[in-house]
Each structure stands twice: as C-alpha cells, then as structure tokens.
C-alpha cells in the first residue's frame, strides 16, 4: 500500500479482555516496528522487528503484550488481560533496509475500561 | 539504555519568528538524530534528519545542528508560519538496534499570527 496501514483505528475493550492490533507496513520494508503514545508524551518503544524474527523486544512492559510476524509483512501486537494503564495510542511504523527513515500508521487508540 | 531529554515543552513564538528546541541523548553510541513533527491525532512525520558523521543540515526553513562531544542537537525553525504549530518529537537511534527509536517527550509549539 501507500503508506503503513492500522486497524482498528480505535479500539474500547474491557478490562481483562484480550486485544489483537494490526499493522501492514508499506510493501517491502524489512524494519518494523511498535511504539505506544500515552497522552502528552512522545511514543515509547516496544518491539522491533527485522524480517519474521524479533530482534529487540526490550521495550514490552510485560509478559502480557507479545507481538508477531509471521510472514516478514503484516504484524499483530497482542495484550493479554489488559488493563486501564494499557489505554495508549498504538503506533506501528516501517522502513527499508537502506533507510532508516521510519514512516509511521495513524495508529490504533485503545481504551480500557 | 538511551535516555532523551527535551526542551522546552512547551514553547510559543509569533509568526515571522525563529524557534529552537533542544535535546540532549545519553548513549555515546547512538548515531542517527530524526525529528518528528505531529499534528493533533495524526501520525508523526519526519521532517528532518542527521546523522552523526554531520553537524549540520538544513532544509528550506529547517535546520538541525548536532555536538557530538556535548551529545546535544537542536531544531531551528525560522520564519515560523501557524501551520508549523504542532508537537516536535526529538529522537535517537544507533545502527545496531535497528534503528528503534527513542523520543523525547515533546514540544508543543504555537505560532500565532
């Protein structure tokens, strides 16, 4: 596509519940990679992936978040038993291999309730 | 890990005016230096870049500096115009982490007319 693609856009779920967020970076990017952006703040790493396999992972708060990349294109971030603090902007953003400039989604609003 | 710090956080300038914003980075090792600007519920979009074998560059009416020594860079902005009013994210990567991002808190800027 154009640009890197998330959904859903905005997400409300309740507390405990399982959540799935998904990112399809643009066509041919390696790199990929998940930040979260709590309100006023700038976008906190989480996970980087470079082809299928997580090459850092440093960033994930718990054990409750894990993400995937199973085919080295579309990736889904996953959170077990979410909670009120998990409530964030989502961002996913890609690059190339011979860029490092990151293009970012729009990014998914989740909302625990 | 990479601390990076950001300021100011908030910062207000008339139009026709220079505005500056700096960050400092903690990790010696770090050698890419993007900024980010982000309109209100949108994505973060690079506006400018630098690398860490520059000083300098400048794009148009943007430029940005880089001391590697006092591990600092600043953002300058002249001639402001209102649509440069947004959040400025400040950021730093190495090579060797893939480039993961990490991003100051922010600074709001407001050029009024």
């Known amino acids: 596509g154009a640009g890197v693609s998330q959904t859903p856009s905005n997400k409300v779920t309740e507390k405990g519940k399982y959540v799935e967020l998904r990112c399809d970076p643009i066509s041919g990017h390696t790199a990929l990679y998940w930040y979260r952006q709590s309100l006023g703040q700038g976008p906190e790493f989480l996970i980087y992936f470079q082809g299928t396999g997580a090459a850092d992972d440093s960033g994930l708060p718990n054990d409750r978040f894990f993400a995937v990349r199973p085919e080295g294109s579309v990736s889904t971030l996953k959170i077990q038993r979410t909670e009120r603090g998990d409530s964030a902007v989502y961002l996913c953003?890609?690059?190339?291999?011979?860029?490092?400039?990151?293009?970012f989604g729009q990014g998914t609003r989740l909302t625990v309730v | 890990g990479e601390n990076v710090e950001q300021h100011p956080s908030t910062l207000s300038v008339q139009e026709g005016d220079s505005a500056v914003i700096k960050c400092t980075y903690s990790?010696?090792?770090?050698?890419?230096f993007p900024w980010y600007k982000q309109e209100l519920g949108k994505r973060p979009q690079l506006i400018i870049d630098?690398?860490?074998?520059?000083g300098e560059k400048k794009d148009q009416r943007i430029a940005v500096t880089l001391n590697k020594t006092a591990k600092h860079f600043s953002l300058h902005i002249t001639e402001t115009q209102p649509e440069d009013s947004a959040v400025y994210f400040c950021a730093a990567s190495r090579a060797n982490s893939g480039y993961a991002l990490n991003f100051g808190k922010g600074t709001s800027l407001l050029v009024t007319p």
């Open positions: 630098i690398r860490s074998n520059v």
């Open positions: 990790d010696s090792a770090s050698n890419y």
């Open positions: 953003a890609s690059s190339s291999q011979r860029n490092t400039e990151a293009f």
